[in-house]
């Protein structure tokens, strides 16, 4: 007898409809209609309620029912198998919150210490901001170091550093020279320099930058000027970007 036939045999017994017996249960009249007709099964909790209610051990409700106990093998199967996928997913999540928390406490102490740092900098080596929003201040009478109003990125752009580490450097000469400069980082700089806005000397062709004596001759400088002209670029650029 399978566990269909089972259940009529109970209900008889204690003479209780097909809707009693549904309430009792907590389901409709429906579902018992079908677990009579063998269309599907109960779950596992509503068997032991069953053996509950009416004084039934579980091995007489499912003995005998061999399609129906191979179904509530698969439906634990598969509850285990779903339940390990959802642990897997949840220590996932956590891993991705815990990591994304202490990003944030990272980021939040980063971006305090760097914009403090920056406008110290600012204020100790007399920058103005002027109308472009970019800061400089006059190193010497003729030469003007510049910084862009440097603001941390975003929390979700994933970075602990300004974007644009620059530094830029501006040296007028009494005959009409214009120098300038730009360091993409400590020691790395790029100088041209122009007249009559023609381009009369770049350092693109020395390949060791530090070759002052090369670099002196291809930009028609006197070395001691250039000389001091990067060591204040290379002693601002740290100031500012390397703490």
Not at 10 to 37: C, D, H, M, P, Y
Not at 198 to 212: E, F, P, Q, V, Y
Not at 219 to 227: A, H, N, T, V
């Amino acid at each position: 007898m399978n566990l269909g036939d089972k259940l009529i045999k109970l209900r008889k017994e204690n003479k209780i409809s097909q809707e009693e017996f549904a309430e009792k249960l907590g389901v409709s009249r429906q579902t018992v209609s079908n677990w009579e007709n063998y269309k599907n099964y109960p779950d596992i909790s509503t068997i032991v309620k069953i053996s509950e209610l009416y004084n039934i051990s579980l091995d007489v409700l499912l003995k005998g029912d061999l399609e129906m106990i191979n179904n509530l093998d698969t439906k634990i199967k598969n509850s285990k198998k779903y339940k390990n996928i959802l642990l897997v997913i949840g220590i996932c999540l956590l891993i991705i919150l815990g990591s994304f928390f202490l990003y944030t406490v990272k980021y939040t102490s980063t971006k305090k210490k760097l914009e403090s740092n920056f406008s110290r900098v600012l204020k100790a080596n007399n920058f103005k901001k002027n109308n472009d929003g970019y800061y400089f201040t006059k190193y010497q009478e003729k030469i003007v170091f510049g910084v862009p109003n440097q603001k941390m990125p975003g929390l979700l752009d994933f970075s602990l550093h300004f974007h644009n580490m620059v530094l830029y450097c501006d040296r007028y000469y009494e005959d009409s020279r214009h120098l300038e400069g730009i360091w993409n980082n400590y020691d790395d700089y790029n100088f041209t320099i122009e007249k009559d806005e023609m381009i009369i000397g770049s350092s693109a062709s020395i390949k060791k930058k530090n070759d002052i004596a090369k670099l002196s001759d291809e930009l028609k400088i006197e070395r001691q000027d250039l000389e001091e002209i990067i060591t204040k670029g290379n002693q601002l650029y740290k100031e500012f970007y390397k703490n």
